[in-house]
Each structure stands twice: as C-alpha cells, then as structure tokens.
C-alpha cells in the first residue's frame, strides 16, 4: 500500500451504524442475510467508485510434503504446495493452492464472515492487525473469521512500520501469539520491505521484521514475507528497493521463511506497469534461488485510488480488469515456477469492495468466480 492510505484511514469519518447504511443502499452482508443475493449474477459496473468511510491446543505437524509435480487441469488447476517441510505450531497449510483475499478492517467482522461463508471454498484470509487497534479487536476478528476461511496474519502493514518500535513489533507479535496462535496458518512478519514508505533502510525495516519473525519461529509458528514487485527503476525511489537485491541482503535477517509473496500493484509505477506471466514468474524464481525451501505466490493486488495517492478512485470495469488478469495468471505462473507456486493474489480491498459495498457496485461476485476458477 502507498503512504496516502494511512493518513487516509486515520481521517476517515465515523460511519453510520450498519443499520442506516443498509436501508440506504443494501450491502452483501444484507442481501446474504435475507436470502437474496444470487452469486452467479455480475453486476452492472458503475462508472467509477465512491470514496469508502472509512482454540485448541497447539499442534505440531509436518508443515507440507513436498509434491514432484503440479498437475493442471484446464482453469481449476490445482498446485500441491511445495513448501519446506519444518515442523510448524498453529493449523496445517492447506494442500492445495491459496484463494486469497485480504482483510484490512476490523469492522463489521461478522458481515466479513458471512460473505466469505457464502464462497463454495475455503478461502485464505489474509487478516490486517491494525496497529491503532486493541488486540482485543484482533481476537474477535480470528474468532469469528476461522469457522470460515483460513488465516494468514499481518503482523503490521509496511506503511505503519515507521512508526513502531522493533520492541512494540515484537510485544504485539507475542501478544497476539499467545492469543490466538493455535488458529493461525500463517504469520506474514514482513509486509513490502523494499518500499521506501517502510522506513529509512534496509536495516532499520529489517530489524522490525526480524523482530516479529523471532517470536513466530521460536513459537513454532510459520513465516511469510511479502516484497514489493518493481518492473524497472522508474518504480521506485531509492536505489536499495529493487526487489531481488532487497531480498538477498533480507535473507540474511529472516532466513528460512516458509513462503515469499510478491505484492504487485500496476499504478505504484510511472508509468503504469503491467507484468506478465513470465515476468512475474522470472522474479518469482529469483526470490526461489534466494529461499530455496519457500512457497512462492502473489501476496497483495488491488486497483489503487484517490486514497493511494492517485487522481481518481478506479471504476468498476477497472477493478474487474485488475482482478481478473492477475488471478488468472495462475495457471500460466504456476506452469513456469512449478509446485512450489501456492498463488494467493489476496485482494487488498476485498472489505471496501466486496462487504461494504452496495450490490450494485459489489466486487463480490466477480472475486467469487476467480477464487473458485482457481
């Protein structure tokens, strides 16, 4: 995410309750609730969006065996996961592919059920621990999310870690571990560390995520970290955030984690990048020879806005572009990278998008057919 949304998010105004929103304009949730809500139905596109208001014990078990070979089988291809096979705490990896969406609120965490209650399969919830909100928030999230879907956790997003300590990091990634840890899968200890919005360098960001990653790993809990995806200089500002010399010298302060995602949005570049499949798989093998024992995926897309800094909020057609190019690369990248490609993709605005919105602007049912096309 761009440095604009914190700030953004900061000076939201407080929302109607959920009640006067939904007699105005009926959510997901609403229609869900009353029965109405046809998932195979593609909603018209509007002509652009509208600003957004913003535990049993644990279990030691093998992490995944790791699979030959991925067999795909036309558009619901299905990638055994490759991934090192350590002794982990927490829930098992799913065998299968990651359908992910993120969730980067903590309200109306019930509607959020709901919806991804109402997909034919489990999906992985990639969940946001809001550093501005108590852990308490946090608990009830994984407790009503789990029935549901599978979690992955964020420790902290990159555009708050400037202002966290590596000592708050690591009390927050305890806290949280004590409780909840046995319900999650996956603890995302480093979210875009090559993005110069994550701090001032290099070492000073990966002291932050090594701080998070001692705490998972000493509890014997699973670790993933998301980098930026760059196509070319004109991406980036300071000569250390180029993705695969980035991660060389972060493999050294958080070595041995079990899956590494890229985090790719197209308008984080001028002008606008738009990677390929084989791009996307060529740094995906780069970021492989670096963690040779990790799962490989795509850890965060989404179409940016005015809260991203950018001119203009996306319209519906753009958002529907977005998401479907990118989940539907899977079968494409997962042929080049092989069976250690788990996929992912882990919508951002999944909550501003699919759950807040009103029916007629839902991106719900078209993210409901990529995750199940997968």
Known sequence: MTEGLSAAVASMPVRKPREERDAQEPSMFALLAAGTYNRGARQPAPASRGKVPAIPDLSRRRFLTISAAATLAGAAAVATSACASHTRGGTEMPSRILRGVTVDSLDDIEETAAVLSSSANRLTVRLVMDSERPLEDCVRAVAALKPHADIMIQVIDSTDLPDRSASWIAKR???????????ITLWEIGNELNGSWAGSSPSQINAKARAAYDVVRAAGGRTAVTFNYWSSHDCYDQPWEATLPYARQAAASVPDVDCVFLSVYETACSPAQHPSAEELASALNGLGDIYPDACLGI????????DDGLASDPSMPEKERLATYYYGLHDDIAAQVGPRYVGGYFWWYFYEDAVDAPEESSLWPTLDALLNDL
Not at 173 to 183: I, L, S, V
Not at 299 to 306: D, F
């Open 299 to 306: 850890g965060e897309i989404g179409a940016q806005g005015v």
């Open 173 to 183: 990634t305890q806290d949280a571990m004590d409780a909840f840890g046995d319900d």
